[in-house]
């Protein structure tokens, strides 16, 4: 990704990855004894629009910045790291815009905007400042609610696996994304 002459960097200190420190994007989910009854610890996955798809993701050259982020309206996503390696991702909360409450003084002043995939929602796209870096390092999962922005993963390592759940069509039916270079002059940079 080069930084083009127009955009500057924004530094991003990562947080560690809590089970509190994610709440409002989703979930951590950690290891739990064999036999526990399933409970509010676990992914609470909505994958009611499609067939679920759990595959090993192989990624490549994925440095620790971007100027893109990305939602999904319609489904839950989890990933993890294959083997617990130290990983990152850039996220921004849910910005999706409900049908009923469009016309509503809510949203007056604000730039909604209608997803061009084939879900055809409506969502503001995400402010430079809210944007966050999360750590996520040993055997654990994050579980990303409806709509929450993500970019990522992001690692320092040439290569590395990820577990990732979500639907068989998510990145063809249910994929929007926002440049903020081209929309707000900005990439983000990983300040570790």
Same mark, same amino acid.
């Given at each position: 990704m080069a930084i083009s002459e127009e955009s500057k960097w924004v530094k991003l200190k990562p947080i560690e990855a809590t089970a509190e420190s994610f709440e409002e994007y989703g979930q951590v989910v950690e290891a739990s004894p064999d036999g526990e009854e399933f409970g509010p610890r676990d992914a609470q996955l909505d994958l009611s629009h499609?067939?679920?798809?759990f595959y @090993?993701?192989? !990624? +490549?050259?994925? $440095? !620790?910045?971007?100027?893109?982020i990305t939602h999904h309206a319609s489904v839950t996503q989890c990933l993890g790291s294959v083997g617990g390696h130290v990983w990152y991702l850039g996220v921004a909360k849910p910005t @999706?815009?409900?049908?009923?409450?469009? +016309?509503?003084?809510?949203? +007056? /002043?604000?730039?909604?905007?209608?997803?061009?995939?084939?879900? /055809?929602h409506f969502y503001v796209p $995400?402010?430079?400042?809210?944007?966050? %870096?999360?750590? @996520?390092? /040993?055997?654990?999962?994050?579980?990303?609610?409806? /709509? *929450?922005?993500?970019?990522g993963p992001l690692f320092r390592a040439d290569t590395m696996d990820f577990f990732? !759940? +979500? !639907?068989?069509?998510?990145? %063809?039916?249910?994929? *929007?994304?926002?440049?903020?270079?081209?929309?707000?002059g900005v990439e983000f940079l990983i300040d570790e």
């Open positions: 499609g067939i679920p798809r @090993i993701m192989h !990624l +490549e050259d994925r $440095p !620790l910045k971007f100027s893109k @999706i815009v409900d049908k009923q409450t469009l +016309e509503s003084k809510d949203h +007056e /002043g604000k730039n909604v905007v209608q997803s061009h995939c084939a879900t /055809g $995400p402010a430079v400042a809210n944007v966050r %870096v999360f750590k @996520i390092t /040993g055997p654990k999962f994050l579980k990303l609610n409806h /709509g *929450t922005w993500h970019a990732n !759940l +979500e !639907l068989s069509n998510t990145n %063809v039916v249910d994929h *929007t994304s926002h440049d903020f270079v081209k929309a707000n």
